[in-house]
Protein backbone atom coordinates (compact mmCIF):
# COMPACT_ATOMS: atom_id res chain seq x y z
CA UNK A 1 0.00 0.00 0.00
CA UNK A 2 2.63 2.39 0.98
CA UNK A 3 4.38 1.89 -2.62
CA UNK A 4 1.11 2.21 -4.22
CA UNK A 5 0.72 5.65 -1.90
CA UNK A 6 4.13 7.03 -3.12
CA UNK A 7 3.56 5.92 -6.81
CA UNK A 8 0.29 7.93 -6.55
CA UNK A 9 2.37 10.61 -5.34
CA UNK A 10 4.55 10.68 -7.67
CA UNK A 11 2.69 10.68 -10.76
CA UNK A 12 0.45 13.24 -9.03
CA UNK A 13 3.85 15.64 -9.05
CA UNK A 14 4.33 14.51 -12.23
CA UNK A 15 1.38 15.66 -13.66
CA UNK A 16 1.50 18.80 -11.89
CA UNK A 17 4.27 19.84 -13.70
CA UNK A 18 3.44 18.50 -16.81
CA UNK A 19 0.32 20.86 -16.65
CA UNK A 20 2.60 23.66 -15.56
CA UNK A 21 4.53 23.01 -18.47
CA UNK A 22 1.53 23.20 -20.74
CA UNK A 23 0.47 26.46 -19.33
CA UNK A 24 3.82 28.01 -20.02
CA UNK A 25 4.01 26.78 -23.49
CA UNK A 26 0.41 27.71 -24.00
CA UNK A 27 1.54 31.54 -22.56
CA UNK A 28 4.50 31.75 -25.16
CA UNK A 29 2.80 30.58 -28.10
CA UNK A 30 0.33 33.37 -27.30
CA UNK A 31 3.12 36.17 -27.22
CA UNK A 32 4.45 34.39 -30.34
CA UNK A 33 1.15 35.04 -31.86
CA UNK A 34 0.73 38.75 -30.65
CA UNK A 35 4.07 39.57 -32.05
CA UNK A 36 4.04 37.89 -35.09
CA UNK A 37 1.00 40.11 -35.57
CA UNK A 38 2.27 43.07 -34.71
CA UNK A 39 4.83 43.32 -36.77
CA UNK A 40 6.57 41.08 -39.73
CA UNK A 41 6.32 37.66 -39.30
CA UNK A 42 9.75 37.07 -39.93
CA UNK A 43 12.30 36.70 -36.28
CA UNK A 44 14.84 38.71 -38.18
CA UNK A 45 12.86 42.09 -38.85
CA UNK A 46 10.66 41.70 -35.97
CA UNK A 47 12.58 42.55 -32.31
CA UNK A 48 9.45 41.28 -30.39
CA UNK A 49 8.74 38.05 -31.99
CA UNK A 50 12.70 37.36 -32.00
CA UNK A 51 12.54 37.30 -28.16
CA UNK A 52 9.15 35.41 -27.78
CA UNK A 53 11.30 32.66 -30.00
CA UNK A 54 13.97 32.75 -28.32
CA UNK A 55 12.00 31.95 -24.75
CA UNK A 56 10.45 29.51 -26.29
CA UNK A 57 13.25 28.33 -27.13
CA UNK A 58 14.76 28.66 -23.93
CA UNK A 59 11.72 26.67 -22.57
CA UNK A 60 12.48 24.24 -25.03
CA UNK A 61 9.80 24.37 -27.10
CA UNK A 62 10.38 22.37 -30.91
CA UNK A 63 11.21 24.47 -33.96
CA UNK A 64 7.87 22.88 -35.14
CA UNK A 65 5.44 24.09 -32.88
CA UNK A 66 7.15 27.86 -33.14
CA UNK A 67 6.68 27.88 -37.09
CA UNK A 68 3.17 26.53 -36.75
CA UNK A 69 2.73 29.30 -34.10
CA UNK A 70 4.21 31.93 -36.66
CA UNK A 71 1.99 30.55 -39.39
CA UNK A 72 -1.03 30.69 -37.80
CA UNK A 73 -0.76 34.24 -36.81
CA UNK A 74 0.18 35.01 -40.15
CA UNK A 75 -2.53 33.32 -41.81
CA UNK A 76 -5.68 34.77 -43.46
CA UNK A 77 -7.86 33.04 -40.40
CA UNK A 78 -5.99 33.88 -37.95
CA UNK A 79 -8.00 32.73 -34.97
CA UNK A 80 -8.48 34.81 -31.61
CA UNK A 81 -7.66 38.78 -31.41
CA UNK A 82 -5.71 39.32 -28.49
CA UNK A 83 -5.38 42.45 -26.80
CA UNK A 84 -3.06 43.21 -23.46
CA UNK A 85 -4.59 44.59 -20.59
CA UNK A 86 -2.89 45.18 -18.03
CA UNK A 87 -4.81 44.71 -14.37
CA UNK A 88 -3.35 46.91 -10.85
CA UNK A 89 -4.54 45.93 -7.42
CA UNK A 90 -2.78 45.46 -3.69
CA UNK A 91 -2.85 41.62 -2.11
CA UNK A 92 -2.82 40.59 1.84
CA UNK A 93 -0.48 42.82 3.32
CA UNK A 94 -0.81 45.71 1.55
CA UNK A 95 1.11 43.97 -1.42
CA UNK A 96 1.12 45.82 -4.85
CA UNK A 97 1.07 43.28 -7.65
CA UNK A 98 0.52 44.34 -11.54
CA UNK A 99 -0.73 42.01 -13.58
CA UNK A 100 -0.20 41.23 -17.20
CA UNK A 101 -2.51 39.54 -19.73
CA UNK A 102 -3.18 38.60 -23.23
CA UNK A 103 -6.92 37.92 -23.56
CA UNK A 104 -9.49 37.53 -26.11
CA UNK A 105 -12.19 38.41 -23.76
CA UNK A 106 -11.84 41.42 -21.49
CA UNK A 107 -14.80 40.82 -19.82
CA UNK A 108 -14.17 37.34 -18.51
CA UNK A 109 -10.25 38.01 -18.00
CA UNK A 110 -11.40 41.25 -15.68
CA UNK A 111 -13.98 39.13 -13.77
CA UNK A 112 -11.70 36.14 -13.09
CA UNK A 113 -9.01 38.37 -11.67
CA UNK A 114 -11.01 40.43 -9.67
CA UNK A 115 -12.35 37.56 -8.06
CA UNK A 116 -9.42 35.85 -7.52
CA UNK A 117 -7.87 39.05 -5.46
CA UNK A 118 -11.47 39.26 -3.60
CA UNK A 119 -11.07 35.40 -2.83
CA UNK A 120 -7.51 35.30 -1.73
CA UNK A 121 -7.34 38.79 0.29
CA UNK A 122 -6.47 41.72 -1.93
CA UNK A 123 -8.71 44.28 -4.00
CA UNK A 124 -8.28 44.89 -7.62
CA UNK A 125 -7.67 48.56 -7.86
CA UNK A 126 -7.72 50.83 -11.61
CA UNK A 127 -5.46 51.31 -13.95
CA UNK A 128 -1.87 53.05 -12.57
CA UNK A 129 -3.48 52.73 -8.57
CA UNK A 130 0.22 50.94 -7.98
CA UNK A 131 2.05 51.07 -11.10
CA UNK A 132 4.02 54.55 -9.56
CA UNK A 133 5.15 52.26 -6.85
CA UNK A 134 7.85 50.30 -9.89
CA UNK A 135 9.66 51.35 -12.54
CA UNK A 136 9.46 49.79 -16.32
CA UNK A 137 13.14 48.62 -17.39
CA UNK A 138 13.96 46.41 -20.76
CA UNK A 139 15.81 43.28 -19.28
CA UNK A 140 18.16 41.25 -20.93
CA UNK A 141 19.40 37.81 -19.28
CA UNK A 142 22.84 35.65 -19.76
CA UNK A 143 23.56 32.26 -17.92
CA UNK A 144 26.64 33.16 -16.14
CA UNK A 145 28.78 30.66 -18.20
CA UNK A 146 28.36 33.61 -21.19
CA UNK A 147 31.08 35.87 -20.24
CA UNK A 148 32.65 37.10 -16.82
CA UNK A 149 31.62 40.55 -14.77
CA UNK A 150 33.76 42.34 -15.82
CA UNK A 151 33.52 41.16 -19.86
CA UNK A 152 30.03 41.54 -19.46
CA UNK A 153 29.88 44.89 -17.89
CA UNK A 154 32.25 46.25 -20.49
CA UNK A 155 30.32 44.97 -23.27
CA UNK A 156 26.58 46.39 -21.67
CA UNK A 157 28.16 49.78 -20.94
CA UNK A 158 29.42 50.26 -24.80
CA UNK A 159 25.95 49.00 -26.13
CA UNK A 160 24.00 51.44 -23.97
CA UNK A 161 22.61 49.88 -20.93
CA UNK A 162 21.76 51.04 -17.79
CA UNK A 163 22.81 48.70 -15.02
CA UNK A 164 24.33 45.43 -15.17
CA UNK A 165 24.13 42.54 -12.29
CA UNK A 166 26.08 39.46 -12.43
CA UNK A 167 26.15 36.61 -9.94
CA UNK A 168 26.34 33.14 -9.76
CA UNK A 169 23.03 32.63 -11.54
CA UNK A 170 23.66 34.90 -14.21
CA UNK A 171 23.66 38.16 -15.76
CA UNK A 172 21.07 40.83 -15.94
CA UNK A 173 21.57 43.62 -17.77
CA UNK A 174 19.28 46.61 -17.69
CA UNK A 175 18.30 49.57 -20.09
CA UNK A 176 16.00 52.29 -21.19
CA UNK A 177 12.90 50.71 -22.18
CA UNK A 178 13.52 52.01 -25.97
CA UNK A 179 17.06 50.61 -26.03
CA UNK A 180 15.78 47.12 -25.27
CA UNK A 181 16.67 45.61 -28.39
CA UNK A 182 19.60 47.70 -29.71
CA UNK A 183 21.30 46.54 -26.50
CA UNK A 184 20.55 42.76 -27.10
CA UNK A 185 21.33 42.91 -30.19
CA UNK A 186 24.43 45.00 -29.44
CA UNK A 187 25.22 41.29 -26.95
CA UNK A 188 24.01 38.83 -28.51
CA UNK A 189 27.18 39.60 -31.57
CA UNK A 190 29.53 39.22 -28.70
CA UNK A 191 27.67 36.63 -26.65
CA UNK A 192 25.41 34.81 -28.84
CA UNK A 193 21.62 34.64 -28.24
CA UNK A 194 20.12 35.87 -25.02
CA UNK A 195 17.63 33.78 -22.41
CA UNK A 196 15.56 36.19 -22.81
CA UNK A 197 15.28 40.40 -23.39
CA UNK A 198 11.73 41.63 -22.61
CA UNK A 199 10.11 44.60 -20.61
CA UNK A 200 9.57 43.99 -16.95
CA UNK A 201 8.21 45.70 -14.04
CA UNK A 202 10.60 46.48 -10.95
CA UNK A 203 9.49 48.07 -7.57
CA UNK A 204 10.95 50.89 -6.11
CA UNK A 205 10.24 50.18 -2.58
CA UNK A 206 9.66 46.29 -1.23
CA UNK A 207 7.56 44.75 1.84
CA UNK A 208 9.14 41.91 4.04
CA UNK A 209 6.51 39.69 4.99
CA UNK A 210 6.18 36.80 7.62
CA UNK A 211 5.80 33.46 6.78
CA UNK A 212 1.66 33.90 7.49
CA UNK A 213 1.44 36.88 5.11
CA UNK A 214 3.94 35.63 2.60
CA UNK A 215 1.89 32.42 2.62
CA UNK A 216 -1.16 34.12 1.67
CA UNK A 217 0.30 36.54 -0.87
CA UNK A 218 1.74 33.60 -2.74
CA UNK A 219 -1.56 31.45 -2.85
CA UNK A 220 -2.55 34.83 -4.42
CA UNK A 221 0.08 35.13 -7.21
CA UNK A 222 0.19 31.93 -7.95
CA UNK A 223 -3.77 31.45 -8.90
CA UNK A 224 -3.08 34.76 -11.02
CA UNK A 225 -0.14 33.07 -12.66
CA UNK A 226 -1.43 30.02 -13.26
CA UNK A 227 -4.74 31.57 -14.98
CA UNK A 228 -4.73 31.26 -19.00
CA UNK A 229 -4.50 35.07 -20.15
CA UNK A 230 -2.23 36.31 -17.80
CA UNK A 231 1.77 36.02 -18.84
CA UNK A 232 3.00 37.72 -15.93
CA UNK A 233 2.55 38.98 -12.24
CA UNK A 234 4.79 41.50 -10.53
CA UNK A 235 4.66 42.33 -6.78
CA UNK A 236 6.60 44.28 -4.25
CA UNK A 237 7.57 42.05 -1.82
CA UNK A 238 10.34 40.10 -0.33
CA UNK A 239 10.44 37.18 1.33
CA UNK A 240 13.62 36.38 4.30
CA UNK A 241 15.35 32.98 3.34
CA UNK A 242 14.54 31.24 6.61
CA UNK A 243 10.63 31.92 5.99
CA UNK A 244 11.03 30.81 2.16
CA UNK A 245 12.81 27.84 3.73
CA UNK A 246 9.83 26.68 5.94
CA UNK A 247 7.04 27.43 3.14
CA UNK A 248 8.99 25.31 0.91
CA UNK A 249 9.08 22.36 3.39
Do not use: C
Not at 39 to 62: E, H, I, K, W
Not at 175 to 203: C, H, M, N, Q
Not at 210 to 228: G, M, Q, T, Y
Not at 233 to 244: G, S, W
Request: aromatic content about 6%.
Amino acid sequence: MAGHSQFKNIMHRKGAQDAKRARAFAKLIREITVSARQGLPDPAFNPRLRSAVQAARVANMTKDTIDRAIKKASGAAAGEDYVEVRYEGYGPAGVAIIVETLTDNRNRTASDIRSAFSKYGGALGETNSVAFQFERNGVVRYPAAAADADAMLEAAIEAGAADVESGAEGHEIRTAIEDLFTVRDALEEKFGPAESAKLEWRPNVTVELDEEKARSVLKLIDVLDEHDDVQTVTANFEVPEDVLARLSD
